[in-house]
Structures are given as C-alpha cells and as structure tokens.
C-alpha cells in the first residue's frame, strides 16, 4: 500500500497515501485496536457542524484568514453531506476525552481544505491544530458534539418513530372500542374492559413518554462550546462560545446556547443521563407493550389468543406451521439493551474528574445505539405487527363469559363475601356464575341477568 510520511509533536508516522487523515487519527488507528464500535457517524455530522460554526465565529471575530474560514467550512459541509465517512475509521474505545476522535475531524477538515485552496491557487496552508480547531479543545468540542448528536437522534428519530406508533395505536383503540373482554390483573381474572380501552392504556404510554422525551432534551441544548480546556475559555475570544452556538442553532434549526457555566458542562453529562433515562423510561413501556402484545396473542389453541397478529416468516425449523411473535422479542430485546446502556451511562457519567469526565465515546456511542435501536424497533413493530393487530371477537366473548370476576358486579348488592361465595362455588363445581347464584339461593335469575351486564362493567356507576 502506498504511504506518506506525516508528522505531528511526536515525530514521523506512515499514512494511506489515499486518505485524508493525518499523524494522530493513524497513531490512534495503530495504538487501539480494541473492538469493531466505530466512533457513530452521527457524532463526526456533529463534528463537523460544530467545525463549520467554529469558523464561522472565528471569522466574525477576525480570528481566522477569511480564505481559510471559507476552506474549512466547504471542508465541514463535505463531511455533513456524507462524502468522507470512510475517512473516520477511530474505534469508541480511545481516549475517554475524545480527542483523537476531535483529531480525526480536524485532519480531514485541514487536508481537504488545503486541496480545496490549492485549487484556487492560493498559497495558503491550514493546520489541524491552528486553524481547524481554533478557539477549541477536545475538551469543549467533544461533549458539544455529543449533544448535537443526541438532539438530532432523539428528534429526528425516536419522536418521529414513536409519534407513528401512536397514531397506530389510536387507529386500534378506536376500531376495538366496542369489543368488551376480561381484564387481566395479576395474571388472572378481572372485570371487564374493552380492546380499546386496553389500548388506550399503551397509547397513552407513548404519549408520556414522547412528553418526557420532548422535555429532556431541552437540557442537551446547552452546549459547552467556548469553555476550551478547563472551562475557563482560555485562547478563545469571550464571544466565541456564543457566536459558534448561534451558527450551530441557524444550521440545525434548533435553538442551543453556549452552557452558563462551562466549568459543569466538561467535567458533568447530568444532561444526558436525565435524557437517557427517559428514553430508558420508553423502553420500560415498550417492554410492556410487546409482552401484552405476545400474551394476547399466545395460542393459537392452547393459549389466550384475543388478539391475531401479523405471520411474518416461519416460527420453528422443526414445528411445521408455527408462527411466533417475533416482532415483539425483537422490541424486548432492544429494551433489554437501552436498560443496560442506561447502567453504563449512569456509571460513566459518575466517573469525572477534577475538570473532565474522560467516559466521553462510551457514553455517547451507549446514547446513540439507544436512540438508534428505538426509533428502528417501534418502526419495525408498528408496521410488521400492530397495524395488522386483529380481534379473535370469539375467543374473547367466550373468555368474558367464563370470567368469574364478573361477580364484582354483584358487590353493591349482596356484598363482596356473599358475592365471593358465589365465585368460589362457580369455580369448585365448574358452573357459571349465573348456575351458583340462583344455587345459593342469594339472587333471583332476574336480579342476576339486571346486574351484571358486562357493557355496564366498563365505566364507572352514578
């Protein structure tokens, strides 16, 4: 393979001569061979944003050539276009602050730029260091990137997709909402309810979820771009912070603000582990949606089987004809893996030190594959399995027939022991609860037949 020689403080080291990386994203390369996790490409998109608003507020603080600014920036926006993704190989497992990831950027951005100035016949040479990096540190610039990265997939991905899953949803609780079956408490048995009702409880699920999603995120908009270093700012201008974050803003849409107190905002990730937990918090409720999903539909004969879903693939290499409720193991295997990037961002995030926490990739690479795997899972689910949700309506009105629990009904009037007599004779004896009624002698048929109405049973009494 054909190399130059690049140099950096250390000395010389060998490089592709057909990439654009420099001496510290191949000494990187070399000296962590540990893992297949490459740095997420959301967080290089972050990057080079970041890059680009660093220019432009450099520029309109007469701190960088205006020629090397504009280099730059077409540099950055190549690399927001996807032009240059194989040019960031670095793997999440370096240095816990990041830099060599910050390095990898700052070498593409350079050498590109310099390509771009040659071209123009400009003799002028931009520095990874220098230029590209200028007012910065890995120290401001790696913790911004990760919440621009974390906004954008919480936004752009989890809310989109849960959003859709909850219009699904409300779709099902409208056209179930007549269809009255047995609750289910414990496991077992309990008064009735109808399918759409059920669904509401799932629906409005979401519907919280999306709403503490949406609201932590607001705390990821605080960035700490212009703390440099240690967060005291030191080499940049004091506005720097603030201009390079209203260029972030007017680029992304979004509205972020350089953090109050930098100091925080290098050494803490309190933001992202408040909004990773609501994204935990989402994975909880999904877990409980795709296990009610599978326990309703569980059967076909020998299980509770009131709800028909989707036949995707076969279910078994042996059993002929099975059909398993894969979309729904698929969505509890996610849970499980956002519940245990929870723990490693908790436990990441309680390890700053002094002026820095050096967990940096980890807690970002556990971020995006949460986000990542939960926008992919409730899109997978809604359209592989609930959209074609539909109602077994004659398993479910035999289940409700033969629930004892109708006998709450039975409660305002006779009074829960001589109503729970009744249930334990219907049970012991296999009879209806009408048969151990009128057998006890408590109720006429009448009586019976006026007070539990299951229609009646699903809304509170005045």
């Given at each position: 393979?054909?190399?130059?020689?690049?140099?950096?403080?250390?000395?010389?080291?060998?490089?592709?001569?057909?990439?654009?990386?420099?001496?510290?994203?191949?000494?990187?390369?070399?000296?962590?061979?540990?893992?297949?996790?490459?740095?997420?490409?959301?967080?290089?998109?972050?990057?080079?944003?970041?890059?680009?608003?660093?220019?432009?507020?450099?520029?309109?603080?007469?701190?960088?050539?205006?020629?090397?600014?504009?280099?730059?920036?077409?540099?950055?926006?190549?690399?927001?276009?996807?032009?240059?993704?194989?040019?960031?190989?670095?793997?999440?497992?370096?240095?816990?602050?990041?830099?060599?990831?910050?390095?990898?950027?700052?070498?593409?951005?350079?050498?590109?730029?310099?390509?771009?100035?040659?071209?123009?016949?400009?003799?002028?040479?931009?520095?990874?260091?220098?230029?590209?990096?200028?007012?910065?540190?890995?120290?401001?610039?790696?913790?911004?990137?990760?919440?621009?990265?974390?906004?954008?997939?919480?936004?752009?991905?989890?809310?989109?997709?849960?959003?859709?899953?909850?219009?699904?949803?409300?779709?099902?609780?409208?056209?179930?909402?007549?269809?009255?079956?047995?609750?289910?408490?414990?496991?077992?048995?309990?008064?009735?309810?109808?399918?759409?009702?059920?669904?509401?409880?799932?629906?409005?699920?979401?519907?919280?979820?999306?709403?503490?999603?949406?609201?932590?995120?607001?705390?990821?908009?605080?960035?700490?771009?212009?703390?440099?270093?240690?967060?005291?700012?030191?080499?940049?201008?004091?506005?720097?912070?603030?201009?390079?974050?209203?260029?972030?803003?007017?680029?992304?849409?979004?509205?972020?603000?350089?953090?109050?107190?930098?100091?925080?905002?290098?050494?803490?990730?309190?933001?992202?582990?408040?909004?990773?937990?609501?994204?935990?918090?989402?994975?909880?409720?999904?877990?409980?949606?795709?296990?009610?999903?599978?326990?309703?539909?569980?059967?076909?004969?020998?299980?509770?089987?009131?709800?028909?879903?989707?036949?995707?693939?076969?279910?078994?290499?042996?059993?002929?004809?099975?059909?398993?409720?894969?979309?729904?193991?698929?969505?509890?295997?996610?849970?499980?893996?956002?519940?245990?990037?929870?723990?490693?961002?908790?436990?990441?995030?309680?390890?700053?030190?002094?002026?820095?926490?050096?967990?940096?990739?980890?807690?970002?690479?556990?971020?995006?594959?949460?986000?990542?795997?939960?926008?992919?899972?409730?899109?997978?689910?809604?359209?592989?399995?609930?959209?074609?949700?539909?109602?077994?309506?004659?398993?479910?009105?035999?289940?409700?027939?033969?629930?004892?629990?109708?006998?709450?009904?039975?409660?305002?009037?006779?009074?829960?022991?001589?109503?729970?007599?009744?249930?334990?004779?219907?049970?012991?004896?296999?009879?209806?609860?009408?048969?151990?009624?009128?057998?006890?002698?408590?109720l006429t048929e009448e009586e019976f037949d006026r007070w539990v109405r299951p229609e009646e049973m699903i809304h509170p009494q005045a």
């Open positions: 393979m054909d190399s130059r020689i690049e140099k950096d403080t250390l000395g010389e080291i060998r490089v592709p001569a057909d990439r654009l990386w420099g001496a510290q994203t191949q000494r990187s390369l070399e000296n962590f061979r540990i893992g297949t996790e490459r740095m997420p490409l959301e967080v290089i998109r972050a990057f080079a944003i970041l890059k680009k608003s660093a220019a432009l507020a450099n520029r309109r603080l007469g701190r960088l050539d205006p020629e090397k600014a504009e280099a730059i920036i077409r540099a950055a926006e190549e690399i927001m276009e996807g032009r240059w993704d194989n040019e960031f190989p670095l793997v999440v497992w370096q240095t816990g602050s990041g830099t060599q990831s910050n390095m990898n950027v700052n070498e593409v951005i350079a050498r590109r730029a310099n390509e771009l100035l040659g071209a123009k016949g400009l003799d002028l040479r931009v520095h990874p260091n220098d230029d590209v990096n200028r007012s910065q540190s890995s120290n401001d610039t790696f913790p911004t990137a990760m919440h621009i990265a974390a906004v954008a997939m919480t936004e752009d991905r989890v809310l989109p997709a849960l959003e859709r899953l909850k219009q699904t949803l409300a779709g099902k609780m409208e056209a179930f909402r007549d269809i009255i079956k047995t609750g289910r408490t414990h496991l077992q048995d309990a008064t009735p309810l109808t399918l759409g009702q059920e669904i509401s409880g799932w629906h409005g699920m979401l519907e919280k979820s999306g709403a503490m999603i949406a609201q932590s995120v607001q705390h990821l908009k605080e960035l700490a771009i212009g703390g440099t270093a240690v967060g005291t700012g030191i080499n940049a201008h004091p506005d720097f912070g603030k201009l390079a974050a209203e260029e972030i803003s007017r680029m992304t849409g979004r509205t972020f603000v350089s953090a109050p107190n930098k100091f925080h905002a290098l050494t803490s990730h309190d933001e992202i582990v408040y909004a990773h937990g609501a994204l935990k918090a989402l994975a909880a409720d999904l877990m409980k949606i795709a296990n009610d999903v599978r326990w309703l539909a569980s059967g076909p004969r020998s299980g509770i089987g009131e709800i028909r879903i989707p036949a995707n693939e076969p279910g078994s290499s042996i059993m002929p004809g099975k059909v398993n409720p894969t979309q729904s193991e698929a969505v509890t295997m996610v849970a499980v893996q956002v519940m245990g990037n929870d723990a490693a961002i908790g436990f990441a995030a309680s390890q700053g030190n002094f002026e820095l926490n050096v967990f940096k990739p980890v807690i970002l690479h556990n971020f995006i594959q949460s986000a990542r795997l939960l926008a992919d899972a409730m899109d997978s689910f809604n359209v592989n399995c609930v959209a074609g949700i539909e109602a077994n309506r004659e398993t479910i009105r035999r289940n409700l027939q033969r629930s004892l629990m109708l006998v709450t009904a039975l409660n305002p009037h006779i009074g829960y022991e001589n109503a729970a007599k009744i249930a334990k004779l219907a049970h012991s004896r296999d009879l209806t609860l009408k048969e151990a009624a009128l057998e006890t002698g408590l």
